[in-house]
């Protein structure tokens, strides 16, 4: 039986979507509020700092459901170039059904408050790290030395997140794809 959840589950959940779907200027904490459900009190008792407080934890969320996605996806296949391809399709099949890319859009918040709030350029930061992190290990798993794993695991952090802004502005999933048949090349050892 799964359990209920929380105001702060809630309101943290609302959050996360909206902010990547609109970002972190687009989204007002009156949005949050009204979108939740939650009282307004709740959200101020829950995050006393605001909006900031709230994106953080947002991130985390974020983070944390993409790194349990893409840990899944990369244990499936036999090698790295199969394990990328399918992580890297996952992802496209998404944005194919739902036309936004719910627990990727970590850079859609980087990208527009890096220069000015530090709290929020740190947390996008640490996410991409961990994410990085996680691919590294993954081709050091399939035999990659660290040094070329982590530079791979760069590169395909990099690729991923410029073809979700492609996709984003296509409206298609296709600049992912692109991305996922050029791997094997990539992956050679």
């Known amino acids: ?19 990547q779907r609109q970002g972190y200027h687009g989204t007002g ?6 979108e939740s459900g939650a009282p307004k009190g709740s959200l101020y008792y829950h995050f006393p700092n ?6 953080v934890e947002a991130i985390k969320l974020m983070k944390k459901h993409l ?34 890319m719910e627990g990727v859009q970590i850079g859609l918040i980087a990208s527009e408050t890096a220069a000015t709030h530090e709290s929020l350029r740190n947390s996008c930061q640490h996410a991409y790290a961990d994410w990085q992190a996680l691919y590294a290990n ?13 530079d791979l695991a760069v590169t395909i952090n990099a690729l991923i997140e410029g073809a979700v802004t492609l996709a984003l502005t296509s409206a298609s999933g296709s600049p992912l794809y692109s991305v996922a048949r050029q791997l094997p090349s990539l992956l050679k050892q």
């Open 1 to 19: 039986m799964k359990k209920k959840e929380s105001t702060k589950e809630l309101i943290l959940r609302t959050a996360s979507e909206l902010f």
């Open 29 to 34: 904490l009156n949005q949050i509020i009204e």
């Open 50 to 55: 605001g909006k900031e407080e709230i994106a």
């Open 67 to 100: 790194l349990e996605g893409a840990a899944k996806d990369l244990e499936e296949k036999d090698t790295a170039a199969e394990a990328f391809q399918y992580h890297i399709h996952k992802i496209a099949s998404d944005f194919e059904k739902k036309h936004q």
């Open 138 to 150: 993954r081709l050091i798993a399939y035999g990659y030395e660290k040094e070329m794993a982590n």
